[in-house]
């Protein structure tokens, strides 16, 4: 049985506006819907370019709307976490009266019998609107829009900012590879896979060499050495984002373990102050101890605490700083 | 199609197509440059451009084609490319890249695996951030919306959308890549709800995990290495602007004008492969093709049968690659779309023989 770990994404943009799209989204603050002249037509919503020619078009504004009619329609029975609303409603192109193209909006219009090609709808207005294609909640059957006994009203000032914020959880599966290797990790080891062709060695479940485009499985399973050398370092310091447990300026090393082709990267240096690191340091691994893992709730190196001077002679190799993996 | 040098499908590769796979999205990848290389009877040192196609959104992971790269064997590092569409885009590029007349071979893949998450809640935010995006504008919403049109158009009805899934599942059977197929009844197929009015389940696709890759050549290199290579005879790509509403949905312009450019009236074809990955897509496009009415669409069951979003296209290629090769056509078309409501599409017409 293969595991899968679960991840859950945030997409927290923001984006400008510029001088047409937030002309509609303050637009729509007031309560009014707006397309923009292309020659004869109205495009709604507007664009800054003509959508057929590509030409820029002069920011020639007009209030369509507020009623239309259903050019076409779907019913969503069953809304997602994105849908504008939370029952089943339509999806609706919308021929603003005025308009020479149609307006994809939601359509509450409480039963899939409500829904017909050609209906009319209007506006159901939010009460707080702040510039955002949602401050229209959705169309409604009828003529007349909808406005909310609380209605806040228009904006102050022009918008030129918007938020869009999506959230997908994402469930990817951990290899039998990988598994392995973690296993490893819990009981303190390195597990390397060797190519069968080339003969170089990977670590963290590596599915495959990629240099030779083999896969790697159990029988190229090899146990790594717990002591290297340092081939190149870098001191931090520490940016307090989200997450950062880190305070003062810490040293992140690359080690290559011995008698391997093997480097890690970007691995904690223990009990080292940062003008003692130096690249040709000998260092060894160390684990947690089993007291010492129930304080480690997240570690991403798992078991592996870091690494330790061995107290062992430096190793004088000028070419040590390539070997960066 | 201007005069230029001909380039030739000689290998291919087309992987298990599943709901969920346990490979990652590079494994997935290794399998079918290596089918695809060994298919060409080359290795990957032979190969001097790669071109890839996959999505970040659908991988869930930024620069997830980095990783991809390992599947290719770059070392020596090789001249690589990647777009954020269907590896058909991809091998678009790949065949553009090898008309500079410096190198001779070329891989293009394409992978996806949409088992990652909800692809209703991924596809949105591919659209336009402003006006779509933000009402969570899914596949099938836009799907339903162009269906309805072609209905209320006398167009297409739903009864003719349910007889293509069931002939799709059917003609699938004979696929063992399919991943949906068997026969059944249209009445039972009306009777079930829909998904998205009009649309119901047998009118989407399904949701798949999978991968392709294709091996090119230039003509000299293509002969020297295959004995009968498959050649790109025409190859082109239109598109339309982006926002549904602004559009004729009962049309599709840009795949006539792609069937034009890439010379596709200028004989019949035999067989046609469309990313119709919804049933009353097919009709639309073979409209807009100008296809004959005998002429096969989706025999291997197309996306209805089995639907690798970044892949489908390109899938679509081998298919129809195959349906030359190895089925003794002389004239097959392959076809591919990206965008709402079949923004942009791609039109690749391949002949055998020699050229």
């Not at chain 1, 340092?230 to 997450?243: A, D, K, S």
């Not at chain 1, 810490?250 to 970007?266: E, I, K, M, S």
């Not at chain 2, 067989?271 to 807009?288: G, M, Y």
């Not at chain 2, 296209?313 to 090769?325: D, N």
Request: aromatic fraction near 6%; hydrophobic fraction near 40%; include cysteine.
């Amino acid at each position: 049985m293969v595991q899968a770990v679960q991840s859950t994404i945030q997409f927290p943009y923001k984006r400008s506006l510029g001088p047409v799209v937030g002309a509609f989204m303050t637009a729509l603050t007031d309560r009014r819907i707006i397309g923009i002249r292309s020659g004869d037509r109205v495009i709604v919503p507007p664009l800054e370019w003509d959508p057929v020619t590509a030409e820029e078009l002069a920011h020639d504004f007009v209030d369509v709307g507020p009623a239309g009619r259903v050019t076409s329609w779907s019913w969503v029975a069953s809304p997602t976490a994105q849908h504008p609303l939370d029952h089943p409603f339509a999806f609706a192109l919308v021929q603003l009266d005025g308009a020479d193209t149609s307006f994809l909006h939601a359509v509450d219009a409480g039963s899939i019998d409500a829904m017909s090609t050609g209906m009319r709808v209007a506006p159901r207005w939010r009460a707080a609107r702040i510039g955002h294609i949602t401050d229209i909640e959705a169309f409604v059957p009828g003529e007349e829009p909808v406005v909310p006994a609380d209605d806040g009203g228009p904006v102050a000032e022009p918008v030129t900012m918007m938020d869009y914020n999506a959230s997908i959880t994402y469930t990817l599966p951990v290899t039998p590879n990988q598994q392995r290797a973690e296993e490893a990790n819990e009981q303190g080891r390195f597990l390397g896979l060797q190519c069968p062709v080339c003969g170089r060695t990977y670590t963290g479940g590596r599915g495959y060499c990629p240099v030779d485009s083999v896969p790697l499985g159990p029988d190229n399973e090899v146990e790594l050495p717990q002591r290297g050398t340092i081939t190149n370092y870098t001191i931090i310091t520490p940016v307090q984002y989200p997450g950062q447990t880190e305070t003062e300026p810490f040293a992140r090393v690359h080690v290559w373990l011995d008698d391997t082709g093997v480097v890690l990267g970007y691995q904690p240096l223990l009990d080292t102050p940062n003008d003692e690191v130096r690249i040709g340091m000998r260092v060894s691994a160390v684990w947690a101890s089993e007291a010492e893992l129930k304080d480690l709730a997240s570690n991403a190196e798992g078991r592996l605490l870091g690494w330790m001077p061995t107290g062992e002679p430096d190793v004088d190799d000028p070419d040590l700083v390539d070997r960066i993996q | 199609m201007p005069d230029i040098d001909p380039i030739a499908l000689i290998g291919w590769s087309v992987s298990p197509m599943v709901r969920s796979t346990d490979k990652t999205e590079a494994q997935m990848l290794l399998e079918v440059i290596t089918g695809a290389v060994e298919n060409a009877g080359i290795t990957r040192r032979e190969v001097d451009f790669t071109c890839a196609g996959s999505c970040d959104y659908v991988a869930g992971q930024a620069f997830s084609f980095v990783q991809n790269i390992d599947a290719i064997g770059a070392w020596p590092p090789k001249r690589d490319s990647h777009v954020e569409m269907d590896g058909a885009w991809a091998m678009y590029e790949a065949w553009l890249r090898l008309q500079l007349g410096d190198i001779d071979v070329a891989v293009a893949m394409g992978s996806g695996r949409s088992s990652t998450a909800d692809p209703a809640l991924i596809y949105p935010m591919e659209m336009d951030p402003y006006y779509l995006a933000p009402l969570g504008t899914d596949a099938a919403s836009f799907a339903a919306l162009q269906a309805r049109a072609l209905i209320d158009a006398g167009k297409v009805t739903e009864r003719q959308m349910a007889e293509v899934a069931a002939r799709a599942r059917r003609d699938a059977t004979g696929n063992p890549n399919a991943q949906v197929s068997g026969d059944f009844d249209v009445d039972t197929l009306l009777a079930e709800d829909y998904v998205r009015s009009p649309l119901r389940r047998h009118d989407l696709p399904p949701i798949t995990d999978g991968a392709c890759a294709v091996v090119i050549a230039r003509a000299d290199k293509a002969r020297e290495l295959c004995d009968n290579p498959v050649w790109i005879s025409g190859f082109a790509h239109y598109s339309e602007l982006h926002y549904p509403g602004m559009r004729d949905l009962t049309a599709s312009p840009s795949t006539t004008l792609a069937a034009k450019a890439a010379g596709l009236e200028e004989a019949p074809v035999e067989v046609a492969e469309l990313q119709s990955a919804f049933t009353h897509e097919e009709p639309l496009l073979v409209e807009a093709l100008g296809l004959a009415p005998d002429v096969p669409v989706n025999p291997s069951g197309g996306p209805l049968a089995a639907n690798p979003i970044m892949a489908t296209g390109l899938v679509r290629i081998a298919e129809a690659a195959t349906e030359i090769r190895d089925r003794g056509r002389q004239r097959t078309l392959a076809h591919s779309t990206s965008g709402p409501c079949l923004q942009q599409n791609l039109v690749c017409v391949l002949e055998g023989g020699s050229k």
